[in-house]
């Protein structure tokens, strides 16, 4: 049996494109969802394949990228995917668990996922940087009283009062008082 997968980061994607791919790639059964692939946490659609699909079955993916942002991830997920076997396969790169060459291509597209995820947050905490020095960015507004939190202190209540007085968590008291 064919399983396909599709994934994309977020919820202003569309995934249809991967869906009517793996559909002409002889997929049944398409699990999608819209999550980052950087952790495998979150990622309920993956896990239920990943323990639904027994020895014989095919994972088919469009690109490695959709699958995971991580080698170690890759690994885990494709080590679970051996133990079972069950293969892995890609639409539009050469990959084939059930070859040594697709393997390797496999590991080598791992690494360049990885490194395209690292160098997109470099990318990202360069912009902030600049943005802060020119005063541009300063961060998410203030949601907590943080004057209101020290008077109820002063009056004698606890962080879990106060927490429950103003509607917010304890550890947010916690981090107000530090």
Known sequence: MRYG?????????????????LKSAGCETIRSEKVSGTSTQGRDELKILLEFMRSGDELVITR?????????????????????????????QSINTSTPEGKCFLDM?????????????????EGIAKAKEKGVYIGRK??????????????????????????????SVYRVLR
Request: aromatic share 4%; no cysteine; charged share 30%.
């Open 142 to 171: 203030q949601t907590i009283d943080v004057d209101q939190v020290k008077e109820l202190k002063q009056s004698g209540l606890g962080a879990s009062a106060i927490a429950k007085e103003m509607g917010i968590h304890r550890d």
């Open 64 to 92: 490695i990228d959709r699958l995971a942002r991580s080698m170690r991830d890759l690994q885990n997920i494709v080590y679970e995917l051996h133990q079972k076997g069950v293969t892995l396969s890609a639409t539009e």
């Open 109 to 125: 597209l791992g690494v360049f996922a990885e490194f395209e995820t690292n160098l997109r947050k470099d990318r990202q905490m």
């Open 5 to 21: 997968y599709a994934r994309v980061s977020t919820v202003g994607q569309d995934l249809e494109i991967q869906i009517e791919s």
